[in-house]
């Protein structure tokens, strides 16, 4: 990732930082619920929520997986 790439990422991750962790404390950590402050924050990126899976059996459990893309190579948080 560019240093200008990286800047952008880390001022996203800022940004929805606070907005997920008050969902996370409602217990609302759902795609659907965690999609919407994601995108508000991307600013028209390109963003991917779903389902988090764990381990290499891909279990599924509670919580999303998410990233926001940055300039052509990388994600803002996941």
């Known amino acids: 990732m560019s240093p200008e790439g990286?800047?952008?990422?880390?001022?996203?991750?800022g940004a929805v930082g606070p907005g997920l962790e008050?969902?996370?404390?409602?217990?609302?950590?759902?795609?659907?619920?965690?999609?919407?402050?994601?995108?508000?924050?991307a600013s028209g990126r390109r963003v991917e929520a779903g389902i988090l899976l764990v381990g290499a059996a891909n279990k599924k459990t509670d919580g999303t997986d998410y990233g926001i893309w940055v300039g052509r190579t990388g994600n803002a948080a996941r």
């Open 6 to 13: 990286e800047a952008v990422a880390k001022r996203i991750a």
């Open 22 to 41: 008050r969902l996370r404390k409602q217990g609302r950590i759902s795609p659907d619920e965690v999609r919407p402050p994601l995108e508000q924050a």
